[in-house]
Each structure stands twice: as C-alpha cells, then as structure tokens.
C-alpha cells in the first residue's frame, strides 16, 4: 500500500526548518501541493523573515513539485484566515492542516514572566487553533479534512523550566479530544504528534551524539500518516528516533464512597482502591466519566437504571 496526496493540498505551520519543513517536503514528493508558512522569527518568536519558507517552497518545486510560501503569524488570526483563502483561490481546497508552528521562552515558573508565557501559549495553543478554525469549514463544506495538532511530552508528562511550553502543548491535546467528535460525520480527523526530534528548538539542550539520532525524518512518517486517508483520529502517536508509540489517557475504575467517607479522610483511607489500576478505561469522550460514576454509585447504594 502506498501512501499519497495527490489533488490534495496541504498546510504546513513553521516549516521553514526542522520538522516542518521535513512534514513540507515529504508531503510534496507524494503528490501534494503545500503552503509552506513561516515566520521566520528567532526560536523565541521574536523577528521575521520569508527567507526560509521562500527555500523550501524552492526546494520543492526543484523536485517538480507545488508550494507556495506564506509569512503569516499563526497567532494573528486574521492573517492566518487570509493563508487558508489564499490556498482556496489558488488550488480550491484545503485537505491536510499540520499545526507545528512554535517558540520557545524557558524559564523555571518563578522566573518566568506573564508576557513570556502568554506569548507561548499564543503561538502553540491560539496558533493551533486559528490554522484550524481557518480550515474548518472548508474541509466540513468538502466533507474531507485531516488536522495534526503538536503536542511535546512536555505537556504530557512535564520538563522542568517549560510550564508555558507544557500548557500549550497539553491544550492542543484537549483541542484534538473535542475537534475530532465534532469533526467526525463530516470525515475530518484530528491527530496529535509528539515528536522527540534534533531541531533548533532542542539544540543544544540534547547531547550531540543522541543528537544525530534524532533527525525530523524520522518523525516525519508519523505525521504523514495521521493526515492520511486510512489516518485514525483522536489518537496521539509519539516519534522519535525511527520509533513510534501511542499515547493514552487512563482513568482508574476508582471506588465509591459511602456518604459517611465522602470527606478528604475518607479518600486517604481508600487512596489504594480509588488509585488501582486494575480495570483503567480509556474514556473516548467526557460524558463517560459522569455516566461511569453515576452506575457506580447506583450499583452501591441498589439502585436500579
């Protein structure tokens, strides 16, 4: 099976360098056309220059295929609807939108200021979700769609001095949960990718041998599938290094209380059965938690539903 895009066209955020540019250029050399947006701004966001973007559109077309280059700012939503209009008149149709766009401002949270992490989360969170409002009803009125989020195992499991870079990549991920169902009956899946990748936003912070490891090539697989047709949705697939794994959100069966225990003494009395793992479910949507301990309670006290 081979997998293609071509009359498809794309969207790639921040892909001037790294995974971006890589996502770009991959997505071209299988048949897709692509905006190549980039700021071109420092790693903290700060600047601007089309130079990059212009490179890449280069390269691609050098290899015979079809890019354009856009310098909007993924976090000014007006320029951002104004890419996604000139991707319609140009080709007539958005299909794929990969959200990578991102700066980094670290600092422990007791150093870090409100501007700095307002900043982040302006490029990584609004960023992620102006491409994809811009998109949206494009890809409901085709009935076809398929969005990427960025998230970092920062936001999933936290990294000292990025509390603003782990609240935006974790917010992306709340952003695919709720997209992708109302997505669905118009055949638009949203993904996540969490990729481990030797960029510029980690250079420097990673050994130089791990380094070399760590090529976007080897990331880029994984996002070309989640905006492929056979691509699933509401998943999160982690990349790095040439491997891959998905990414789940548990939740405990946890225990029910009887009223007399309902206090903070009574949950420490029962931490073990409440924090059990035996019997963890993966809730597809947020209703389920509420219909989960309603049965549970239910069941305790013999009520029937």
Known sequence: MSIRYDGQVAIVTGAGQGLGRCHAIELARRGARVVVNDLGGAADGTGGS???????????????GEAIANGANVADSEKVEAMAAEAVARWGRVDILINNAGILRDKSFAKCSLQDFQAVLDVHLMGSINCSKAVWEIMREQSYGRIVMTTSSTGLYGNFGQTNYGSAKMGVVGAMNTLAQEGAKYNIKVNTLAPTAGTRMTEGLIPADVFEMLTPEKVTPAALYLVSEQAPTRTIIAAGAGCYAVVKIHETRGAYLEPEQQTPEGIAANWDDISNTEGEIIPQAGFEQTTKFIGMAAEAQGIKQ
């Open 50 to 64: 089309s130079a990059a973007a212009r490179a890449v559109v280069a390269e691609i077309e050098a290899a015979g």
